[in-house]
């Protein structure tokens, strides 16, 4: 099983989970969150004083879904949500050990 995080900017999350929906991901969690990589930010001017915002909102999403699913996924992502501009997003993968669902005591793939 992997994790996949993926972030990404506020807008253009309905195309996200148009993507997760059509590879099969059972589910997904979404944070707000602010920050910067290559971007940096940006600057701009206020009532004739410059200032510097250099955290900027972003949407971090998470699945957990089987190595399969993940790739497909990922091959979506990249495919459909590359603009070639600074800010499209990252993705990260991480193994996932395993899989608990507390109501019924299922672990692993059946668990999702």
């Given at each position: 099983m992997k994790k996949i995080e993926i972030i990404i900017k506020p807008e253009r999350l309905e195309e996200l989970k148009v993507i997760l929906e059509e590879c099969g991901a059972t589910g997904l969690m979404?944070?707000?969150i602010m920050g910067f990589g290559n971007q940096k930010g940006f600057t701009a001017q206020y009532r004739g004083t410059k200032y510097t915002v250099n955290l900027l909102p972003k949407v971090k999403i998470q699945t957990v879904t089987t190595e399969?699913?993940?790739e497909k996924i990922i091959d979506l992502v990249c495919k459909?949500?590359?603009?070639?501009?600074?800010?499209d997003g990252k993705i990260f993968l991480i193994d996932v050990a395993d899989a608990i669902r507390i109501r019924t005591g299922e672990r692993g793939e059946s668990a999702l």
């Open positions: 979404l944070s707000n399969e699913v993940a459909r949500m590359s603009t070639g501009d600074a800010g």
